[in-house]
């Protein structure tokens, strides 16, 4: 008994530190990018001390997560992960949510906007004069109101598009088909990200209600997704028909696969949810509310008033 628990422990951990590709299609551009943000850093550090002010807040900190969005996309493609991926559909699952949802996620908490157009070697000039198009405030609110509904699509079309089957195992065994998912689920993230939280200098335009129902939106479109797996009972990707395991089916690795991305999705739109509904309730809405419901819980005031002195 012993000895074959070792001898599994042993196997899991061959699992865990074999398999790790020093791709340089991925570690290239990740380096890349990080030097660039550096660089960045440091000359945003210069322009303050040189002008004799402090630097924006919190650099530091914002750095470290846009690393760790660095480091979730190098994990999905260069360790373990991205080697299983390719024999089980529940590590696949688990990659497409560091690609899709947790790296850019990450990226965008990180702001490294500024940084990076700083690092850049060639960086546009400042406008002088910019033109600015005269447009209402309807106008404009339905304008912004249109963008992230349509990010938000696009992102959810996106997110089911590469999980139809035919993309789904094309991307297993084609390179460059892997190489478009991986970089529409990181671009249609961060954008869909960008509409949810503020990623220094760019702030969501919609309001904080409504950037919940965005979130609301793109958890149903995902557990939709994620229902189809767990309560499917046919094989629906059959490129992974090949790589079947011993003590799982293709069946079973599928339905496991949908409830990774079912568990492990809703936590971060979760939090995200809750911090746009307090986020609600401390704002101008919550305080029209609390001014309603004063008024319905206020006295009424008597017709007729009283006269003073007259029985």
């Not at 850019?104 to 157009?117: D, E, K």
């Not at 339905?142 to 963008?147: D, E, N």
């Not at 079947?244 to 496991?256: F, G, I, R």
């Amino acid at each position: 008994m012993t000895g074959g628990l070792a001898a599994g422990r042993q196997h899991a951990m061959h699992m865990v530190v074999s398999y790790w590709s020093a791709s340089p299609w991925v570690l290239a551009p990740l380096v890349l990018i990080a030097a660039v943000h550096l660089l960045g850093l440091r000359g945003l550090a210069a322009d303050a001390r040189r002008a004799g002010r402090r630097g924006p807040t919190g650099l530091g900190r914002e750095a470290a997560v846009f690393y760790l969005g660095m480091l979730a996309v190098a994990l999905a493609l260069v360790s373990p992960v991205g080697y299983w991926a390719q024999r089980f559909v529940w590590v696949r699952s688990a990659q497409d949510l560091l690609l899709a949802v947790v790296a850019p996620a990450l990226v965008v908490l990180g702001a490294p906007w500024l940084a990076l157009r700083r690092g850049m070697p060639l960086r546009p000039r400042p406008r002088t004069q910019e033109r600015r198009a005269v447009v209402s405030p309807p106008e404009e609110a339905m304008g912004w109101l249109r963008l992230p509904i349509a990010l938000t699509v696009a992102f959810n079309a996106a997110w089911c598009g590469w999980h139809v089957p035919f993309l789904y195992d094309a991307g297993r065994t084609r390179p460059v088909v892997f190489a478009g998912e991986v970089a529409t689920y990181l671009g249609a993230g961060v954008l869909f990200w960008l509409q949810l939280i503020g990623s220094r200098p760019h702030a969501p335009r919609l309001a904080p209600a409504r950037r919940a129902v965005l979130v609301v939106a793109a958890a149903v479109v995902g557990s939709g997704l994620a229902m189809v797996l767990v309560f499917g009972s046919g094989v629906l990707y059959p490129g992974y028909r090949g790589s079947e395991h011993h003590a799982l089916s293709v069946v079973a690795d599928q339905q496991v696969g949908g409830a990774v991305l079912w568990v492990i999705m809703l936590v971060p739109y979760s939090v995200v949810l809750m911090a746009l509904l307090i986020r609600w309730l401390n704002q101008e809405e919550s305080a029209e509310l609390a001014a309603g419901l004063n008024r319905l819980l206020k006295p009424a005031k008597p017709a007729w008033p009283s006269r003073p002195g007259v029985r």
